[in-house]
Every structure is written in C-alpha cells, then in structure tokens.
T-cell receptor, first 115, second 116 residues
Framework: DSGVTQTPKHLITATGQRVTLRCSPR?????VYWYQQSLDQGLQFLIQ???????AKGNILERFSAQQFPDLHSELNLSSLELGDSALYFC??????????????FGPGTRLTVL | AQKVTQAQTEISVVEKEDVTLDCVYE???????LFWYKQPPSGELVFLIR????DEQNEISGRYSWNFQKSTSSFNFTITASQVVDSAVYFC?????????????WGAGTKLIIKP
C-alpha cells in the first residue's frame, strides 16, 4: 500500500458525460501527479500540482482539468467524454515538486470505461 | 533528447529461473535519476528503486538486484529464483530536463510471465 488513495476504483459512463476522479496523496507529500494509461499509448503524464499550484503540464486535453485543494487532495475532471478516454487513470504523489527526481508513489488507479 | 528503451516486450520463464530485464537510457544530463516500477495484473504501480547517476553501486533487495552501468547507459533488473507472484509489467524510467522542466521519461515496459 503506497499510501495514495484514489476513488472511485471503477467508473462506467457514456460518451459526452463528465466525471471527477479524486486523489489523496501520502501524508506529507506536497505534489500530486495525474497520469493516463491506455493500451495503445502507455503511461502518459497529464499534469502536476505542487502545494496547490499547477507545476507542470503534459499531454492533457483541453476537455480535462485538475486542481489541488488546500488539504492537498486533488481532483481530475474529464468532460465531453469520448470512447478514446477509456483508460486507467493514476494519481501519484511525492514529497517535493521536482517530478523528474522525486520518487513518485502511485495510487491504485481509477479504471474509466466510456460506452 | 532523453529516451528509455526496454527492448524486451515480453519475457516468459519457468518459476525458479533467474531473469534479467534490460533498460537502456539516453541522456545528456550529468545528474539524473533512474527508477524501476512494477505493475502486477491488479493494476497498481509499485515503486521498486530509485538510483542517482553518481551512485554506480549495484543494489540488492532480497531476490531483486539492479546493475547500473553508466558506460553502457544501462540499468538492468534481475530477479533471482523467480516466483509466480513476480509476474507483472516492469517499467524503467529516467529523469530528464526538457522544456525548462524536469520530467520523468518512461520506457514502454516489459511484461514478465512466470510459469509455475
């Protein structure tokens, strides 16, 4: 158990809908990262927040947005969902803000299925 | 540009065999970090090891060992006396500085199948 929690574990929804994924980092960690893992594209970095502020952006679509709250939990919002958004979404956390050097600890993931 | 290559897409061995997963990286940075993660069939990503570029000592943790060789830009992972529970996808990752920011560059992963 990494100490990172994600809810829900599974989510099934329809195209065009909007969903929110939630993540709570390990105690003491200030950074939260979001990743998308699909079969054909591997692990893709979406976005990082550090202590409430956006720190780095990756291949995040405009239909997706995220935020980190004062208690450091984070939410990833996915809107106007398409079939291709079906994937495993991971949240990770680390102590510091350097995503290239700090060890990232991953949550169990949320499996999103868009029908 | 930084890059991580895990050339072995899938490896299948019989239980108790030793197996080595290869990881070759490219970087121009003098300071960098290398990581290994395990993703079992249940789906979660489990951190295994972090190594910085100045520490070339091999690491051993139980049946797991890592061989870091800067001369060949490799950070290989060996499982001794493999067990069925070792079946997973293993990812190697490299820290790199790109576009004014540090980022983690992931390999494509190696699927390891341990047959009983």
């Amino acid at each position: 158990d990494s100490g990172v929690t994600q809810t829900p574990k599974h989510l099934i929804t329809a195209t065009g809908q909007r969903v929110t994924l939630r993540c709570s980092p390990r105690s003491g960690d200030l950074s939260v990262y979001w990743y998308q893992q699909s079969l054909d594209q591997g692990l893709q970095f979406l976005i990082q927040y550090y202590n409430g502020e956006e720190r780095a952006k990756g291949n995040i679509l405009e239909r997706f947005s995220a935020q980190q709250f004062p208690d450091l939990h984070s939410e990833l919002n996915l809107s106007s969902l398409e079939l291709g958004d079906s994937a495993l979404y991971f949240c990770a956390s680390s102590v510091g803000g350097e995503r290239g050097t700090d060890t990232q600890y991953f949550g169990p993931g949320t499996r999103l299925t868009v029908l | 540009a930084q890059k991580v290559t895990q050339a072995q897409t899938e490896i299948s061995v019989v239980e108790k065999e030793d197996v080595t997963l290869d990881c070759v990286y490219e970087t121009r940075d003098t300071t960098y970090y290398l990581f290994w993660y395990k993703q079992p069939p249940s789906g979660e990503l489990v951190f295994l090891i972090r190594r910085n570029s100045f520490d070339e000592q091999n690491e051993i943790s139980g049946r797991y060992s890592w061989n870091f060789q800067k001369s060949t830009s490799s950070f290989n992972f060996t499982i001794t006396a493999s067990q069925v529970v070792d079946s997973a996808v293993y990812f190697c990752a490299l820290s790199g500085y790109s576009r004014y920011n540090y980022q983690l560059i992931w390999g494509a992963g190696t699927k390891l199948i341990i047959k009983p």
